[in-house]
């Protein structure tokens, strides 16, 4: 591999519309960066390179849209919360996760972390990654 | 996540001069409506060398941080266009920006300056209009700022290319390290809801004796006017509505407009510069910074635990020896996460010193002093600065009737802005 100038960002939404969530790995600690970016923070590696997510991730807090932190576009979401999240290849985030309401944050918080999956979500011209809360919680 | 030694300073550097305007709202009154940048700059700036005992020809150097100058002065190097109201023509500065985090690298900034040989005495300072903007083509009217253009800025802070798109880095500021704090102690939603009251309170209580606070009104008088006998009935009433998670209403920064200067010096010069003053000068003994941009899990906790850990590890100073604690508050939560990340309230207990009112500043672990910023008030650059001008004050006993009881040697001040830079420092007064 070598340093290259290269889209990442653009890539890594071109690959959403693709049905596709990346990641890049580090060649030299295995450590995934997500959202992608150039070098490892891990060990330090200059290069990192593309890699799918597998989309499986633990959620480990929850906080719940206020008045102070909501935005009229993000009521299409659904019932929704954000917290941070740990995916199954050890980058941890900060996301929303859709499922979760006032009333079930209780119960939820009991079964903490919970398990939940990565989603490709549409917004105002372009795709983005949120998180579902695991159909077992569900009902 | 990363972490860096930082290694001492190579020569020892001293404040030896405070200054701070008023926070205000300045076009809401007409002796204030008008003033401009250079006027509040200038002002503490020549504060600060009127009480340091020196004039501008004696400072080599001066720093110039605004929050957002292109937003709130319409200038892209607003450094350049004030040195002229303080006697500093044709010396050299630079502006710097880390948004609410600013006034906390300006003294970072002088010391490092200092302490690398180039120059000996060097002078930094905030100004902010938080709460108006610039008309265009006026040469000194300002307008209210809409809480929506206000909103339309702060989304600036964050990065657009993940940030903004995953919808969540940005929305967690406001609740993100309450629940944190709720749930790794084990907090009950009351429990946390009555602390962040009870911060709110003590921030308000101490704003109240501090005439260049910008909200002086304590928490018992609006309870008692709105009709309520006790006050944390009214702090959990719809008179201090929720509007996050957790957070409620009183414990939001007062945006407002302001600025504050320091000036540092060379420890072994403070003698040639300050001639006859009779107070003591105050070492900076370390700083610490960190920075987690906001799609990093618990982002204030993280960076803050860093700075900490370094600012303690290049000084030596244990918790234990902080007499005062300072702490960028414009989300009150901060108050209580940075005091015990800091050591300086123990594990796991701060929210009950908090709630038996130990932090106010005439109980024993005295907090912000001043009033933090939902109550001194947020002029966003200068509040840092704002913050060391009453360290500063409290640590030669000028305080008056708000002097905390025991006078403070030795002082913690923890900055927080920009999301997320964490500025971290310790200073002592010198022998």
């Known amino acids: ?139 | 996540m990363n972490q860096t030694k930082v290694n001492q300073y190579a020569r020892s550097v001293s404040i030896i001069g405070v200054g701070c305007t008023p926070f205000m709202y300045t076009v809401d009154n007409q002796e204030t409506d008008g003033l401009t940048e250079g006027e509040l700059f200038g002002y503490a700036a020549l504060k600060a060398m009127e009480d340091a005992g020196v004039n501008p020809q004696d400072i080599d150097f001066y720093f110039h941080g605004e929050a957002s100058p292109l937003n709130g002065s319409n200038y892209l190097t607003p450094n350049i266009q004030i040195a002229n109201w303080f006697g500093m023509k044709g010396k050299a500065s630079i502006h710097h920006s880390e948004a609410c985090c600013t006034g906390y690298y300006a003294i970072e900034q002088a010391v490092n300056a200092v302490a690398s040989g180039k120059y000996n005495c060097v002078l930094s300072g905030c100004v902010e209009f938080g709460d108006s903007v610039a008309v265009p083509n006026h040469p000194y009217k300002r307008e209210k700022m809409t809480m929506e253009k206000f909103l339309q800025t702060t989304a600036w802070l964050y990065d657009r290319n993940y940030t903004r798109s995953f919808m969540a880095g940005q929305e967690l500021i406001y609740d993100d390290a309450a629940e944190w704090y709720k749930r790794t102690r084990g907090l009950t939603d009351e429990q946390m809801d009555d602390t962040l009251n009870m911060m709110s309170i003590a921030n308000r209580k101490n704003a109240s004796m501090d005439e260049i606070a910008i909200e002086r009104r304590t928490y018992e008088e609006l309870a008692r006017e709105a009709g309520f006998d006790n006050v944390m009935d009214y702090m959990r009433s719809p008179y201090n509505p929720k509007n996050g998670d957790f957070l409620r209403m009183s414990g939001i920064e007062l945006k407002c407009d302001g600025a504050a200067a320091v000036i540092v010096c060379a420890t072994d010069m403070v003698e040639t510069y300050m001639g006859n003053k009779s107070h003591k000068a105050i070492e900076v003994l370390g700083c610490g910074c960190a920075a987690c941009e906001a799609t990093t899990p618990h982002f204030e906790v993280t960076a803050t635990e860093e700075a900490v850990r370094q600012v303690y590890e290049v000084t030596g100073v244990k918790p234990e020896e902080l007499d005062i604690f300072y702490a960028n508050d414009f989300i009150i939560t901060s108050h209580l996460v940075s005091a015990e990340i800091a050591g300086y309230l123990p594990y796991g207990e701060g929210w009950k010193y908090i709630c038996e009112g130990r932090t106010a500043y005439d109980g024993d672990k005295p907090i912000n002093t001043n009033g933090g910023r939902t109550s001194f008030g947020h002029a966003h650059a200068a509040s840092g600065l704002a913050d060391l001008y009453e360290a500063v004050k409290q640590m030669r006993g000028e305080c008056g009737e708000r002097q905390v009881k025991k006078l403070p040697r030795t002082a913690m001040l923890r900055g927080y802005g920009g999301a997320q830079n964490i500025c971290t420092y310790i200073i002592r007064t010198a022998d």
């Open chain 1, 1 to 139: 591999m070598a340093i290259k100038l290269e889209k990442v960002v653009q890539g890594f939404y071109d690959f959403l519309e693709e049905g596709k969530i990346m990641g890049r790995r580090c060649p030299k600690c295995g450590a995934v960066e997500f959202p992608p970016v150039y070098a490892c923070n891990s060990c330090g590696s200059l290069e990192t390179e593309w890699c799918e997510i597998s989309g499986k991730a633990k959620m480990h807090s929850i906080v719940m849209p206020a008045a102070l932190s909501s935005k009229p576009e993000y009521r299409e979401l659904g019932k929704y919360a954000y917290g941070e999240v740990e995916l199954a290849e050890g980058a941890r985030c900060n996301a929303v996760v859709r499922g979760i309401s006032r009333k079930s944050r209780k119960e939820l918080l009991e079964r903490m972390p919970l398990d939940v999956h990565a989603a490709i979500y549409q917004r105002d011209g372009y795709k983005t990654v949120v998180f579902d809360l695991d159909e077992k919680y569900l009902g």
